[in-house]
């Protein structure tokens, strides 16, 4: 018995792994079907539906791993910065460098994208992976400015969600509608997000401080 459950263990890691690699050699997240990555990797949807529910289900437990790698990855190149400000513009990268080629930045479209093109009934699925990497995303930043002595509050923290989904939408909006460039205006945004942050919350904060000595 143990055999039999090490096996389809084994099965379903290597579809995971498989699927894995054709994501990474792929232009476009958005265009993949189901049966595209039945043919790639090889199985049947007979198979296929004995290990996962559905193409959401394989996709997500797919790219897990690079989303968590990802962060890994931001975090190290945080640790090199000295500024707040440097560590934002790093945390949203993926909508500043339009030239970045980056798999995250592809998924985070791709399920963006299925979000706004499907019935209700499936936007609770769909929209699985981008909240977890926007639930990475808002974890970094929180975490970030704390590390930086500034006192999280309620305000600051509906602060960061606001910029962090107004910020996505506009970006997908202007991509999806208007074919239209939005570096300019999501570094301005950020910018103010900076700007509010290093003046009125660090400032209360700084201030709460002398008091307190």
């Given amino acids: 018995m143990g055999g039999l459950?090490?096996?389809?263990?084994?099965t379903k890691e290597q579809i995971i792994q498989k699927t894995r690699i054709y994501l990474q050699n792929i232009d476009c997240v958005r265009t993949i079907s189901l049966d595209s990555i039945l043919e790639e990797v090889g199985i049947s949807k007979g198979v296929f539906y004995y290990y996962f529910k559905n193409k959401?289900?394989?996709?997500?437990q797919a790219v897990i791993p690079d989303i968590d790698e990802r962060e890994k990855e931001i975090n190290r190149e945080?640790?090199?910065?000295?500024?707040?400000?440097?560590?934002?513009?790093?945390?949203?990268?993926?909508?500043?460098?339009?030239n970045m080629k980056d798999k995250l930045k592809s998924l985070e479209e791709f399920y963006i994208y299925l979000f706004f093109e499907n019935n209700i009934n499936r936007k609770k699925a769909l929209k699985k992976i981008y909240t977890r990497i926007n639930k990475g995303r808002k974890s970094i930043i929180l975490r970030q400015i704390k590390f930086h002595n500034i006192k999280l509050t309620k305000e600051l923290t509906i602060l960061t969600n606001y910029v962090m989904d107004s910020i996505m939408l506009y970006h997908i909006f202007c991509k999806r509608f208007r074919d239209k460039s939005t570096k300019k205006e999501i570094i301005n945004f950020l910018n103010v997000f900076c700007d509010l942050i290093e003046t009125?919350?660090?400032?209360?904060?700084?201030?709460?401080?002398?008091?307190?000595a």
Wanted: hydrophobic share 40%; proline share 0%.
């Fill in 200 to 212: 009125k919350f660090e400032k209360q904060d700084a201030q709460k401080r002398r008091q307190k």
């Fill in 5 to 10: 459950v090490a096996l389809v263990k084994d």
């Fill in 78 to 98: 945080i640790s090199k910065l000295d500024t707040l400000r440097e560590k934002i513009y790093l945390i949203f990268g993926i909508f500043v460098d339009e």
């Fill in 56 to 60: 959401d289900d394989l996709l997500y």
